[in-house]
T-cell receptor, first 115, second 116 residues
């Protein structure tokens, strides 16, 4: 089966611009997660979709971040306007089942650099 | 709240030597525990996990980890390091619950360097 696909793999934008990251989960996986790793720090949870609904968005840093999952398939994460501190690697993951005992399948990440 | 501490952001071992990556967790109840690995330019890959049962868990590529409740630890080991093991390793924890969604919390990662 195809894995979790993220694109772009890299993005360099100027402060104040808008960037949209996309994640295609494994087909049939209702659960989709976004995580972010700022350089050298831990991978932090951003939000969790179950199908098209936001189950938990407690990790979203502020209202400059908007995540959508229309139709319960792929998801987008938009940053508008981007700030320097938004730089990092954004990971998407999916899982078939909900529950803490199931490992996630991660994408390769999008490395975002805001200059 | 749950948390994960990985001791050592960088670990170097010689090829053929024992690999030991340390992980301690903090959780109100015995959690689910995971190790993920990230090879260069790739995504995170699940190496192994502990959910219940036997406390010594075997994973892919010869890695194993032991859940020690008394020490709140879940250290990752491999008897003999290979050059291909060079990667970044993340310990992660998820609380058990009455069912439903439980958030996964990651540690800061340990970069493993294997010296020929």
């Amino acid at each position: 089966e195809a894995g979790v696909t993220q694109f772009p793999s890299h993005s360099v934008i100027e402060k104040g611009q808008t960037v949209t990251l996309r994640c295609d989960p494994i087909s049939g996986h209702d659960n989709l997660y976004w995580y972010r790793r700022v350089m050298g720090k831990e991978i932090k949870f951003l939000l969790h979709f179950v199908k098209e609904s936001k189950q938990d968005e407690s990790g979203m840093p502020n209202n400059r971040f908007l995540a959508e999952r229309t139709g319960g398939t792929y998801s987008t994460l938009k940053v508008q306007p981007a700030e320097l501190e938004d730089s990092g690697v954004y990971f998407c993951a999916s899982s078939q089942r909900t529950g803490g005992g199931y490992g996630y399948t991660f994408g390769s990440g999008t490395r975002l650099t805001v200059v | 709240a749950q948390s994960v501490t990985q001791l050592g952001s960088h670990v170097s071992v010689s090829e053929g030597a024992l690999v030991l990556l340390r992980c301690n967790y903090s959780s109100s109840v015995p959690p689910y525990l995971f190790w993920y690995v990230q090879y260069p330019n790739q995504g995170l890959q699940l190496l192994l996990k502990y959910t219940t049962g036997a406390t010594l868990v075997k994973g892919i590529n010869g890695f194993e980890a032991e859940f020690k409740k008394s020490e709140t630890s879940f250290h990752l080991t491999k008897p003999s390091a290979h050059m291909s093991d060079a990667a970044e390793y993340f310990c992660a924890v998820s609380d058990r619950g009455s069912g439903g969604y439980q958030k996964v919390t990651f540690g800061t990662g340990t970069k493993l360097q294997v010296i020929p």
